[in-house]
């Protein structure tokens, strides 16, 4: 027996609004199906392909009730998801609602008056002065491989513990974490990944981080749009499509740092980050930059939600009190002592800092061998 379950959620609030992103599914219960207990001693981190169900499209109604501390209701509406089951809004905080201190969440589209409850929740509230941190995950984290056939079937039945840890990388998120950055992780991985992506977060001592995925059925959907089969391989408009959410999701930080590798186009993505939030250029302006990178190649439809998502973050960091201060880490391909940019993005250069991230495997290799030398 299937009944719609929570994969996915995420709720940050503001002075403002509480801003959520979440998706449901269908999924088989096990208590209905008799199954026992899970031994906890048996659990193992699990792998990609256990979560193909999400492959599944399905739409749903979610009803979203707000209690203050005491337990009194003081918020209640009900939203539709995309037809694949996701979620992305915002909640106002009116004088009314903004004692909201818990979610409790029902699906309440797939039975007529059957409220099934999904979950409960507490918004996350970064304090003030915000900090937060953005961090790619494949081949920034974790030196996954995707080239061939072997590797991608690889990928999807092992944990990601498997992989090659970047403790450079690790290290250096770890860091921030400790001195009060939120993290976020970024992936181009399928939506798929983040049971995995989560349990090897968990194993590294990540545990409050936001996780943003590519929703792959979008990419094959003729109605979204959002997403076309260009974006299979072109990263640039998704990641920085998701660059802008965080941000209109948790509001303009004081301090920010982004991670990522210079294998593709992690530094273009980045440093076009650093011209919208620096405000070098008007948005119009900025756009025209953008869009004549290869890196994007945006259609019609991309090209209008990414110019209303540049214009709503110049609004809102427009009204700061402050200069945002940007930090970027770009993990090393080979030796290359620089980045090389199309001419625009050279003026936000020094705003990169080049590092050697070598493998957790090599790194035992290494030792081992400096080890075999001493003893000999």
């Known amino acids: 027996m299937k009944r719609p379950n929570l994969v996915h959620f995420l709720s940050i609030m503001t002075d403002d609004y509480v801003a959520i992103k979440a998706s449901v599914t269908m999924k088989e219960n096990a208590l209905a199906m008799g199954n026992t207990p899970v031994d906890l001693e048996k659990l193992a981190p699990s792998f990609p392909i256990q979560a193909l169900r999400l492959l599944s499209a399905y739409e749903f109604k979610m009803k979203i009730v707000g209690l203050d501390e005491n337990q009194k209701e003081i918020y209640k509406k009900s939203f539709d998801s995309d037809s694949y089951g996701n979620f992305n809004f915002k909640i106002p905080l009116t004088e009314e609602s903004k004692g909201l201190v818990i979610l409790q969440l029902y699906e309440v589209g797939k039975e007529p008056g059957l409220q099934i409850h999904l979950g409960t929740a507490i918004p996350l509230r970064i304090p003030e002065p915000k900090k937060i941190i953005i961090c790619d995950f494949d081949k920034t984290l974790v030196d996954t491989r995707y080239s061939t056939t072997r590797d991608v079937y690889n990928s999807l039945t092992k944990p990601l513990e498997s992989f090659p840890t970047l403790v450079k990388s690790v290290d250096i998120l770890q860091d921030y974490i400790k001195d009060g950055f939120h993290p976020f992780i970024l992936s181009a991985s399928p939506h798929f990944y983040e049971d995995a992506m989560r349990d090897w977060l968990y194993q590294n001592h990540i545990y409050t981080a936001g996780i943003f995925l590519k929703d792959y059925r979008k990419i094959f959907s003729f109605f979204e749009g959002d997403l076309t089969t260009k974006d299979l391989k072109v990263q640039g408009l998704y990641k920085l499509n998701h660059l802008l959410d965080i941000l209109l999701m948790a509001g303009i930080p004081k301090d920010i740092v982004l ?48 110019l209303n998502k540049i214009f709503q973050l110049n609004n809102m960091i427009g009204r700061l009190p402050y200069e945002v201060s940007l930090k970027i880490y770009i993990r090393k391909k080979a030796n290359e002592e620089s980045i090389k940019v199309p001419t625009k993005f050279k003026g936000r250069l020094p705003l990169i800092e080049l590092y050697d991230g070598m493998p957790l495997l090599a790194e035992k290799d290494s030792r081992s061998k400096e080890d075999n030398i001493a003893d000999a």
């Open 259 to 306: 991670m990522g590798d210079n294998f593709e186009s992690d530094p273009i993505i980045y440093l076009t980050m650093a011209m919208i939030l620096k405000q070098d250029h008007e948005p119009w302006k900025l756009w025209k930059i953008v869009k004549s990178q290869d890196a994007f190649q945006l259609n019609r439809k991309q090209n209008g939600q990414f």
